[in-house]
């Protein structure tokens, strides 16, 4: 079945510097169930880009399978795409990163995709520090293959058909904070004032950008015993710090209790502005946020925001000191120099 989404475009929406409108950052119709939490983030992707005016022709969208991985087909029309094998998307991104390193890499994954088949790929991809978006839609289930239980399930909850999960969960964030990465947040599909500033400053940032969005199935993981369901996640939500997200040009006001904040300065000039809600909150202690998340995750609570943020960290290509110029753009005599200069090569080596 196919469906066709109507090119009508209002003649008062609003463009950006590009002269585009949010409907120039849509994807195809979604066939995802109604209500399911990932089509809340491929529009709070949509606003995103269309909010920092970024060429879509520029972003290169990267997906495995299951669920999450079909919602790249529901945004971004205009942008590159490639749909790898289950758990495989890191080792693809890490080559297509290599070739052209000047494409903005927004990653759809899941709680299976990356916490189960594609753990030791996860794990790789953060502690090489590949510059890229990588967010998981972690709905605690096999939504595309009818509800099974995923490794992110909470220990001791069940599925709709009634088993139970026997073991301790995978917590993502966690392990992306141990692993090094420079940008962690957890956020919920449902909280689009939330997750589009985070998403933003995720794609602004220079290093492993790591979101983790809880997601809940509508069909098959939002019922009493679940801990991803709707209602459990929208009565222990609770968060450390509201973040904004203010471009060079331009600043966005949000309305936030009253607190101190910090403001951090990214590569290209953008300010993560951070309201604390708790006093002690500290995004640079790597630390600190692995305590937080583990002492609300004690209490039955899920802890969103952003938990950690190095403005400073060196992402792969710095590390590896690669050409200034993608490797798609070098000529030929540069990929290949011949065999003279292979021979120089091997020789340095005896």
Do not use: W
Request: aromatic letters at 8%.
């Amino acid at each position: 079945m196919s469906f066709a989404k109507s090119k009508f475009h209002h003649k008062n929406l609003p463009v950006n510097d590009l002269g585009l409108t949010y409907r120039d950052y849509e994807g195809a119709i979604s066939t995802l169930c109604a209500g399911c939490g990932h089509d809340s983030i491929s529009a709070a992707i949509v606003r995103a880009c269309a909010e920092l005016s970024i060429e879509p022709h520029k972003i290169a969208k990267m997906s495995g399978i299951g669920c999450s991985s079909k919602a790249p087909n529901y945004f971004l029309n205009n942008s590159h795409g490639f749909n790898t094998v289950h758990g495989r998307m890191p080792s693809v991104t890490t080559g297509a990163n290599l070739a052209n390193k000047d494409l903005t890499y927004l990653a759809m994954s899941g709680d299976g995709d990356s916490a189960s088949i594609g753990l030791g790929q996860f794990a790789h991809v953060v502690r090489r520090q590949l510059n890229m978006v990588y967010m998981v839609a972690n709905n605690g289930v096999y939504g595309l293959t009818k509800g099974q239980l995923a490794a992110t399930s909470d220990r001791g909850v069940k599925n709709k058909t009634g088993d139970t999960s026997l073991f301790n969960d995978i917590d993502l964030c966690v392990m992306a904070l141990q692993l090094g990465a420079s940008f962690v947040a957890r956020c919920f599909s449902g909280d689009k004032n939330q997750l589009i500033p985070i998403i933003k400053a995720a794609i602004a940032h220079q290093g492993f950008a790591f979101i983790d969005i809880i997601s809940p199935c509508v069909t098959f993981n939002n019922h009493p015993g679940s801990t991803r369901s709707y209602d459990y996640v929208q009565e222990h939500v609770t968060t450390g710090a509201v973040t904004d997200f203010v471009p060079i040009k331009e600043e966005i006001n949000h309305e936030v209790p009253e607190g101190k904040f910090e403001d951090v300065c990214l590569h290209d000039g953008s300010i993560m502005r951070i309201h604390k809600l708790d006093a002690d909150y500290d995004t640079t202690d790597r630390f600190k946020a692995l305590q937080d998340v583990e002492r609300h995750k004690a209490k039955g609570e899920i802890l969103t925001g952003l938990l950690h943020l190095d403005p400073t960290a060196q992402h792969y290509h710095e590390l590896n000191n690669t050409t200034d110029t993608p490797l798609s753009q070098l000529k030929q005599e540069l990929l290949c120099p011949g065999e003279r200069v292979l021979s120089t090569i091997n020789d340095s080596f005896r």
